[in-house]
Nanobody, 130 residues
């Protein structure tokens, strides 16, 4: 399993932008890497996922057009650019990875805290407030 560490969280005003980064201890080529968030009292939700091999990404409707995930295979990092942030985006943001098994989208869907092949970072707090 790989180790992951998030950075870049903080306080931002509504309408602002923030860029999160996830450092991964191993090569991205064989992994699906996702960004997740969990707000107080809510379930953890996936906000994006990317194939480490070809950079294809997927987003839920709640962040589509505002969030962009990207990866740098030379640096083994996966970034999440977040624009037009609102209070509803306040949460702890986590990155997680799992080795691709079959189609990468299936691997993205399988990433969870209960899945034995999933690796998680400790999280970084994002607060959107004026």
């Amino acid at each position: 399993q790989v180790q992951l560490v998030e950075s870049g969280g903080g306080l931002v005003q509504p309408g602002g932008s923030l860029r999160l980064s996830c450092a991964v201890s191993g090569s991205l080529d064989y992994y699906a890497i996702g960004w997740f968030r969990q707000a107080p009292g809510k379930e953890r939700e996936r906000v994006s996922c990317i194939s480490g091999s070809d950079g294809t990404a997927v987003y839920p409707d709640s962040v589509k057009g505002r969030f962009t995930i990207s990866r740098d295979n030379a640096k083994n990092t996966v970034d999440l650019q977040m624009n037009n942030l609102g209070p509803e985006d306040t949460a702890v943001y986590y990155c997680a990875a799992a080795p691709i098994s079959g189609h990468w989208l299936y691997t993205c869907a399988s990433i969870s805290t209960e899945h034995p092949n999933s690796s998680w970072g400790p999280g970084t707090q994002v607060t959107v407030s004026s």
